[in-house]
């Protein structure tokens, strides 16, 4: 059953946008997101689907008059898709200004597409120092208004609580999906714990709550299949938008035993706590968790908490994933560097894609020869 089920995660992730369209046929309200700074569960509470847009593989046919060939793939495949009307199913879109690319991607959107709703929130740029967060609670507060004069009600507290409650469950559990693969290399696989978050970008938490759950029952009752694959990596960075990296790894006899990823570890981490308004809440989790290289704070804290992971998890090696022309992440990657070689002893691989003209064999001959070295071959 678990074999079963991390197939269809896959599935999902390599064709999400026929589930998203299938959500709108039964009835649902998708809105997508594209950073995992979105405050989801006010989307939720009113009940909208929040669906997030990781791009496509494809070639560009609309978004180049609109966005630069250097920007980042994944907002101009994803603007490509809604100028195409490929997201017709959409009900509308959040955007969360992080890097430059995205804070003109709001812009560009509202004005060439017509979805009912357009939401924006604006980040304080220092993240996590108490100067901030005044200024990040009125901006969670207006994004709450703007949901609610669009849906033409009020959002009740309660209802944000329990779509807290919910999103509260699902890190939870997804934070016990990482920790048993760490633990238990052989029970679980890399590609496994992402398949199974990924997975619930696309559908209600609370559908995605009791998928974790039957995931995590049929892990634990398994058998290890083998050895653990012989080298075990880190993997950070922004999004990964195929699973084809986890899968290249295993074929080379590597695998990922934890990541620093905004679709996989730094998107759960951090649960909301119980203080104060429902808007006080959401801004303090935003505010004190993991900090975006697209948001200022301080790099040392980063090169702390990235050490500190390969450290714990036991990696051998860290991949940087990068999508080209991404600006913040590239621009730290040195320093990054630098301390991963000095305090952990690892090495590291920055590998740069572009969803329209992804190349699996560069990819591969990249990550064959950076396994070798770690492994001795």
Same mark, same amino acid.
């Given at each position: 059953?678990?074999?079963?089920?991390?197939?269809?995660?896959?599935?999902?992730?390599?064709?999400? /946008?026929?589930? @998203?369209?299938? &959500?709108?046929?039964?009835?649902?309200?998708?809105? *997508? $997101?594209? =950073? #995992?700074? %979105?405050?989801?569960?006010?989307?939720?509470?009113?009940?909208?689907?929040?669906?997030?847009? /990781?791009?496509? @593989?494809?070639? &560009?046919?609309?978004?180049?008059?609109?966005?630069? *060939? $250097?920007? =980042? #793939?994944? %907002?101009?495949?994803?603007?490509?898709?809604?100028?195409?009307?490929?997201?017709?199913?959409?009900?509308?879109?959040?955007?969360?200004?992080?890097?430059?690319?995205?804070?003109?991607?709001?812009?560009?959107?509202?004005?060439?597409?017509?979805?009912?709703?357009?939401?924006?929130?604006?980040?304080?740029?220092?993240?996590?120092?108490?100067?901030?967060?005044?200024?990040?609670?009125?901006?969670?507060?207006?994004?709450?208004?703007?949901?609610?004069?669009?849906?033409?009600?009020?959002?009740?507290?309660?209802?944000?609580?329990?779509?807290?409650?919910?999103?509260?469950?699902?890190?939870?559990?997804?934070?016990?999906?990482?920790?048993?693969?760490?633990?238990?290399?052989?029970?679980?696989?890399?590609?496994?714990?992402?398949?199974?978050?990924?997975?619930?970008?696309?559908?209600?938490?609370?559908?995605?709550?009791?998928?974790?759950?039957?995931?995590?029952?049929?892990?634990?009752?398994?058998?290890?299949?083998?050895?653990?694959?012989?080298?075990?990596?880190?993997?950070?960075?922004?999004?990964?938008?195929?699973?084809?990296?986890?899968?290249?790894?295993?074929?080379?006899?590597?695998?990922?035993?934890?990541?620093?990823?905004?679709?996989?570890?730094?998107?759960?981490?951090?649960?909301?706590?119980?203080?104060?308004?429902?808007?006080?809440?959401?801004?303090?989790?935003?505010?004190?968790?993991?900090?975006?290289?697209?948001?200022?704070?301080?790099?040392?804290?980063?090169?702390?908490?990235?050490?500190?992971?390969?450290?714990?998890?036991?990696?051998?090696?860290?991949?940087?994933?990068?999508?080209?022309?991404?600006?913040?992440?590239?621009?730290?990657?040195?320093?990054?560097?630098?301390?991963?070689?000095?305090?952990?002893?690892?090495?590291?691989?920055?590998?740069?894609?572009?969803?329209?003209?992804?190349?699996?064999?560069?990819?591969?001959?990249?990550?064959?020869?950076?396994?070798?070295?770690?492994?001795?071959?």
């Amino acid at each position: 059953m678990e074999e079963e089920l991390v197939n269809q995660c896959v599935r999902l992730w390599e064709e999400p /946008l026929s589930h @998203m369209a299938r &959500i709108r046929e039964q009835g649902g309200r998708p809105v *997508a $997101y594209f =950073c #995992s700074y %979105a405050p989801e569960e006010i989307l939720h509470a009113a009940g909208l689907t929040p669906v997030r847009l /990781l791009g496509s @593989m494809r070639t &560009i046919t609309h978004a180049d008059a609109h966005l630069q *060939a $250097y920007c =980042c #793939s994944v %907002a101009r495949t994803d603007l490509d898709m809604a100028l195409a009307g490929e997201l017709s199913f959409l009900e509308g879109a959040v955007f969360v200004q992080t890097c430059d690319t995205m804070m003109r991607l709001s812009d560009i959107w509202r004005r060439n597409t017509g979805f009912p709703f357009h939401g924006d929130l604006v980040l304080p740029v220092r993240m996590g120092e108490e100067i901030s967060l005044p200024f990040m609670v009125r901006e969670v507060g207006r994004f709450r208004r703007q949901v609610e004069e669009y849906l033409g009600s009020r959002l009740e507290d309660e209802a944000l609580w329990e779509s807290i409650r919910v999103y509260n469950r699902n890190r939870a559990l997804a934070e016990e999906v990482y920790r048993l693969r760490s633990e238990n290399p052989g029970l679980v696989d890399g590609l496994s714990a992402a398949a199974v978050l990924t997975a619930g970008f696309w559908m209600r938490k609370e559908e995605h709550n009791a998928l974790l759950e039957r995931f995590l029952e049929a892990a634990r009752e398994g058998v290890p299949e083998g050895e653990p694959a012989a080298v075990q990596l880190l993997v950070t960075g922004s999004v990964c938008t195929t699973p084809d990296l986890y899968r290249l790894l295993r074929e080379l006899g590597a695998d990922v035993v934890d990541d620093d990823l905004c679709s996989g570890h730094r998107y759960f981490d951090c649960p909301v706590e119980d203080e104060g308004s429902p808007e006080e809440a959401l801004a303090a989790r935003l505010w004190r968790r993991v900090n975006c290289p697209s948001k200022h704070q301080s790099l040392e804290d980063r090169a702390t908490r990235l050490v500190t992971q390969v450290k714990e998890s036991g990696a051998e090696g860290v991949i940087f994933y990068l999508q080209s022309f991404c600006e913040p992440h590239l621009f730290d990657v040195p320093y990054l560097k630098r301390k991963l070689q000095e305090e952990a002893g690892v090495p590291s691989l920055v590998l740069e894609t572009e969803l329209q003209s992804f190349s699996r064999g560069q990819l591969r001959t990249r990550l064959q020869a950076f396994i070798e070295t770690i492994a001795g071959v």
